[in-house]
């Protein structure tokens, strides 16, 4: 089945120590993104792709970036995780740019000590 | 940018009563309107979508309408079952194709 699939399910950090989430998709899908839900709140944008096309949210700190080295594999790079961004991370995708849709993964519930 | 409110934050109905929740949006160039089911530790499922050329549209159990002119849209599930507890968010379409979600409401169906 196509799928998006995110690994590993669960993450467990130290403060300030770099941590690499990965997002991988069979969709063929020219789009993905990356979104930060903290408990009981929406999905919130980080970062998307429009294939190689970067696009960063205004208030995505510094603090997250993403690598996207083909088309079905995305990373999303904490460089030095702080207590505030413990929280679940979302990836999905989208066919292409005029498509709505987004599809979301089963996402990475990080934790950080 | 987009400014979503949805109501209400949960709601509890007895198993085979309908359930109904609505979201408000403030662009009216706004076009495109998911709703997604988030179900514990999984990530959100698109369950119905609605397009502003649209006032309503239908899969199954649940029913999506939409209101231009007053900006909002609503969810309609009825003959609700144990399965359908779950978080449920709205989303709008902003610039490009950004989504800027509600803050959610939790479902709970007693049997």
């Known amino acids: 089945d196509a799928m998006v699939i995110q690994n590993p399910r669960y993450q467990v950090t130290q403060f300030g120590k770099p941590v690499t989430l990965s997002c991988s998709q069979t969709l063929n899908h020219n789009v993905m993104y990356w979104y930060q839900q903290k408990s009981s709140q929406a999905p919130k944008l980080l970062f998307h792709?429009?294939?190689?096309?970067?696009?960063n949210e205004a208030d995505t700190p510094d603090n997250f970036q993403s690598r996207r080295p083909n088309t079905s594999f995305c990373f999303l790079d904490i460089r030095s995780p702080g207590l505030g961004d413990a929280a679940m991370y979302l990836c999905?995708?989208?066919?292409?740019?005029?498509?709505?849709?987004?599809?979301f993964g089963p996402g990475t519930r990080l934790t950080v000590t | 940018g987009e400014n979503v409110e949805q109501h209400p934050s949960t709601l509890s109905v007895q198993e085979g009563d309908s359930a109904v929740i609505k979201c408000t949006y403030s662009d009216s160039a706004s076009n495109y309107f998911p709703w997604y089911k988030q179900e514990l530790g999984k990530g959100p499922q698109l369950i119905i979508d609605?397009?502003?050329?649209?006032g309503e549209k239908k899969d199954q159990r649940i029913a999506v309408t939409l209101n231009k002119t007053a900006k909002h849209f609503s969810l309609h599930i009825t003959e609700t079952q144990p399965e359908d507890s779950a978080v449920y968010f709205c989303?709008?379409?902003?610039?490009?194709?950004?989504?800027?979600f509600g803050a959610g409401t939790i479902l709970r169906v007693k049997s």
């Open positions: 792709y429009y294939d190689k096309d970067f696009n």
């Open positions: 999905a995708t989208g066919r292409d740019r005029g498509s709505y849709e987004q599809y």
């Open positions: 609605i397009r502003s050329n649209v």
């Open positions: 989303a709008v379409k902003e610039y490009g194709n950004k989504l800027v």
